[in-house]
């Protein structure tokens, strides 16, 4: 089992940006799916975005794209989300997730290893 720990949260106003990180230890990190939850209190941890072991295929929660952008550095072992043009709705705490395979799973239960989350907070 592996470890995932997220940083780069914070509280921002609307139409800002912030960059999330996750920095993974190399048993989680190859050869894996990774992805991007949030979740805000009283519902589920909802899909936002996701990428394969080699970046050739990338997911998206339809909401988020064209302004989310999720990317990987396996030399680094981190992966990473590039979030512009935030909105309220975006608001939440963001989980780092992994899983074995190539395949790129929306549903939360599919993934095997998750960080602790890091608090993003859109102001209007």
């Known amino acids: 089992q592996g470890q995932l720990v997220e940083s780069g949260g914070g509280l921002v106003q609307a139409g800002d940006s912030l960059r999330l990180s996750c920095v993974a230890s190399?048993?989680?990190?190859?050869?894996?799916?990774m992805a991007w939850f949030r979740q805000v209190p009283g519902k589920e941890r909802e899909f936002v975005a996701g990428?394969?072991?080699?970046?050739?295929?990338?997911n998206y929660k339809d909401s988020v794209k064209g302004r989310f952008t999720i990317s990987r550095d396996n030399a680094e072992n981190t992966l990473h989300l590039q979030m512009n043009r935030l909105k309220p709705e975006d608001t939440g705490v963001y989980y780092c997730?992994?899983?074995?395979?190539?395949?790129?799973?929306?549903?939360?239960?599919?993934?095997?290893?998750w960080g602790r989350g890091t608090q993003v907070t859109v102001s209007s």
């Open positions: 997730a992994s899983v074995k395979g190539t395949q790129i799973f929306t549903r939360n239960i599919e993934y095997e290893d």
């Open positions: 990428i394969n072991w080699v970046g050739s295929r990338i």
């Open positions: 190399i048993r989680a990190f190859s050869p894996v799916t």
